[in-house]
């Protein structure tokens, strides 16, 4: 069953999907910039069929909270929030892109919090050269444009504190390449690999959207690391 619920935290309310055993090891969902927590659709149950799954929308997007201001400190923030006011000492976390960074940025954060750490097609923390935010779209989006100029200026001049960070880390940590096709630069993905200690690498040939685009081949590669 899948169950939505808000929950309200102390700077903003979050909408959280909730499926899978109620008994089952926790397992939390983020998603991509633009993106919110239906994302992840397609490959569940198949992902972690034991495990009981949480996918919020983040701030700003689906049908969470709007903000006055957005960054991807912020977001990871209001992920421990929400572990906190669900009772979650201890999670598997799966990030893709921008929910990638805030699951990393957790983890270092936090690391007695992640037990396992999946980081799907994500942009490693090291400045790229700026381009302009693209005009918002003519019609309506699930999610607030304002997003967008905030995390992209954030990815693209990154503070060296969270690649510094990375070392910290402790969870067992799977990264996930797109390969040549996807936007981010997958050389990257190596160096952010090298610095988690606990770290193997896998790449499924789909571009940036891999779990979307490669759903199956998605699944075979991170369910077994996910599985207790």
């Known amino acids: 069953m899948n169950e939505v619920r808000i929950v309200n935290l102390p700077e903003v309310a979050l909408a959280c999907r909730t499926s899978g ?19 992840w659709d397609v ?22 909270g709007r903000t006055a201001g957005y960054g991807l400190p912020e977001m990871r923030d209001d992920v421990l ?25 957790l983890a270092q954060h936090r690391p007695e919090r992640v037990a396992r750490l999946v980081l799907e097609d994500v942009p490693a923390p090291y400045p790229r050269p ?17 997003v967008v ?12 504190a969270w690649r510094e960070g990375l070392s910290g880390i402790t969870a067992r940590t799977l990264v996930v390449g797109g390969g040549p096709t996807s936007h981010v630069p997958q050389e990257g993905l190596v160096e952010l690999a090298r610095r988690i200690p606990d770290c193997r690498s896998v790449t499924v040939e789909a571009g940036h959207l891999v779990h979307a685009a490669r759903p199956a081949e998605f699944v075979a590669a991170v369910a077994p690391f996910l599985a207790r």
């Open 21 to 39: 055993p109620v008994d089952g090891p926790p397992l939390v969902l983020l998603h991509a910039l633009g993106e919110r927590a239906s994302d």
């Open 43 to 64: 490959v569940l149950p198949a992902l972690a069929p034991g495990h009981r799954v949480y996918a919020p929308d983040l701030r700003g997007h689906g049908d969470s």
């Open 81 to 105: 929030a929400l572990l906190d006011a669900l009772g979650l000492a201890r999670v598997d976390l799966v990030g893709h892109s921008m929910g990638g960074v805030v699951a990393h940025l």
């Open 130 to 146: 700026a381009s302009a935010v693209p005009d918002g779209p003519d019609g309506p989006v699930h999610f607030d444009w304002a």
């Open 149 to 160: 100029g905030a995390v992209k200026a954030q990815i693209d001049s990154p503070d060296p």
